[in-house]
């Protein structure tokens, strides 16, 4: 309750005089204290928030700014605030970081969106090559006999058909693991061949698409934004996803045996515990 009425006194009255004080004080706006203030995730968090709380629409309206329109929005930005681009030759171009960043984010998740929830597709030429693709780039020294087989258990599979594990993440999951096989192949093989330790192992396929679930909730509760923010000064994409992926697979595996379950029983109980570390060292990178 005392928060609430806090973030409302704050939100409508305290706020404003606050930033007119100090603009008064410094001859300077928000956004620019900010530029003077802070780099990295924390600059562009900031500038962010300073944009969904101003009671100018202008403002407001650039957090949703679509990629190609960007300049203008802060043409805008610079005219609503009277910056004058002379005496403050840096703030365009760090205005235009930040909101590249800022509407890169939110893109990315769209764009993770679309491809999890297209589902797998085994009458779809390119997903069926796909995973044709995975087991190749697995076991290239092992031919697939049909393409419903119990081999695919050699990579992690629970049935015959993998196409039913795809459910829960949709063509996203298969992706991800052909993306780590593909650009990581020795650490690919590494982490297949440790999966099938007689007491430690698990199936290497469906803790991938597990772990492609962690990836996408991470990125859709916003834990993820600071890390892009931090090491992506332009634009993120599907390839920063997916490389964050191929980080939850390496550093999973090393959990795992650093951990020693009793059993596979106790898996959803150790992914939580992985989670949550994850989630503490994505805090860290504020």
């Known amino acids: 309750m005392f928060i609430s009425l806090w973030e409302f006194f704050y939100g409508h009255f305290f706020r404003f005089w606050m930033k007119w004080l100090l603009r008064q004080m410094t001859g300077k706006c928000e956004l620019q204290r900010i530029f003077d203030t802070y780099v990295g995730a924390q600059r562009t968090h900031r500038i962010e928030n300073s944009l969904t709380y101003s009671k100018n629409k202008v403002l407001q309206k650039a957090t949703l700014v679509v990629q190609s329109e960007v300049d203008k929005c802060v043409e805008d930005i610079m005219k609503e605030k009277n910056i004058n681009p002379e005496k403050d030759a840096s703030f365009k171009i760090c205005m235009k970081a930040c909101l590249l960043q800022i509407?890169?984010?939110?893109?990315?998740?769209?764009?993770?969106?679309?491809?999890r929830k297209?589902?797998?597709?085994?009458?779809n030429l390119q997903h069926e090559k796909l995973l044709l693709?995975?087991?190749?780039?697995?076991?290239?020294?092992?031919?697939?006999?049909?393409?419903?087989?119990k081999q695919w258990a050699d990579i992690g599979f629970q049935g015959d058909d993998p196409k039913t594990d795809f459910r829960g993440m949709g063509i996203l999951g298969l992706i991800n693991l052909v993306y780590f096989s593909e650009n990581y192949t020795s650490e690919a093989h590494q982490i297949l061949s440790r999966s099938n330790h007689p007491k430690l192992g698990y199936s290497y396929a469906i803790v991938g698409i597990n772990l492609t679930e962690m990836a996408y909730s991470l990125l859709k509760s916003e834990a993820l934004k600071f890390h892009l923010y931090n090491f992506v000064p332009g634009i993120p994409t599907m390839e920063?996803?997916?490389?964050?992926?191929?980080y939850l697979v390496y550093e999973f595996d090393k959990f795992w045996f650093e951990e020693k379950p009793e059993s596979i029983m106790y898996f959803n109980m150790y992914?939580?515990?992985?989670?949550?570390?994850?989630?503490?060292l994505l805090?860290?990178?504020?």
Not at 118 to 123: K, L
């Open 240 to 246: 920063h996803f997916h490389q964050f992926y191929c």
């Open 133 to 149: 693709k995975l087991w190749n780039l697995l076991m290239p020294t092992k031919k697939l006999k049909a393409r419903i087989s």
């Open 103 to 115: 509407s890169g984010y939110k893109q990315l998740y769209l764009d993770v969106e679309s491809v």
């Open 283 to 286: 805090l860290d990178s504020k």
């Open 118 to 123: 297209r589902p797998y597709d085994s009458d």
């Open 271 to 280: 992914r939580e515990k992985f989670h949550e570390k994850i989630k503490g």
